[in-house]
C-alpha cells in the first residue's frame, strides 16, 4: 500500500495494489513517484518485468553473502542477456476446421499463404459412434 513499508527498500517507489498490465503511468500513490510495473518484484506481465531497484540489488547480494556466498562469485547484478539466436522465419498459414456437431464428420486442413494445402486429415475425427 501506500503507507506501508513495501518490500522494506527505501528506493522501490510505493504502490497501492500490484500492477497486473504495463502501463507506464500508473501512479496509484501520490507523492511516490510511478508505479514500479517495470520491476521483477512487481506483479506485472514478465514482458514488462526488466529491472532491480539500487536497493533490491545491495538486499540480493548481501543475501547471497550470508546465505549461499561459499566462496563463489556473486550473482549477476542483473539479468544475464540470453545470447544472439539465428534469424527468425515466419510461416503464415491458415487451419480449416469442419464440423457440423456430430463428432465422426469433423476433418482439418492447413493451408500456407499461398492457399495451398499443407496437411489434411486422412480420416474424420470423432467419438466412433
Do not use: H
Request: aromatic share 8%; proline share 10%.
Amino acid at each position: 500500500g501506500c503507507n506501508g513499508d513495501g518490500d522494506s527498500v527505501d528506493d522501490t517507489p510505493p504502490e497501492a495494489s500490484p500492477a497486473y498490465d504495463c502501463n507506464l503511468l500508473r501512479d496509484t500513490c501520490p507523492g511516490g513517484g510511478t508505479d514500479p510495473v517495470k520491476n521483477f518484484m512487481d506483479y506485472s506481465p514478465d514482458a514488462c518485468m526488466e529491472e532491480f531497484t539500487p536497493g533490491q540489488i545491495l538486499r540480493m547480494k548481501a543475501q547471497w553473502e550470508e546465505y549461499r556466498d561459499e566462496g563463489t562469485s556473486s550473482p549477476t547484478p542483473s539479468p544475464v542477456t540470453p545470447a544472439p539466436v539465428g534469424p527468425t522465419i515466419c510461416y503464415e498459414f491458415k487451419l480449416e476446421l469442419r464440423t457440423d456437431g456430430y463428432g465422426s464428420e469433423t476433418s482439418w486442413e492447413i493451408t500456407n499463404s499461398n492457399n495451398n494445402v499443407v496437411a489434411v486429415s486422412e480420416d474424420s475425427y470423432g467419438n466412433n459412434e
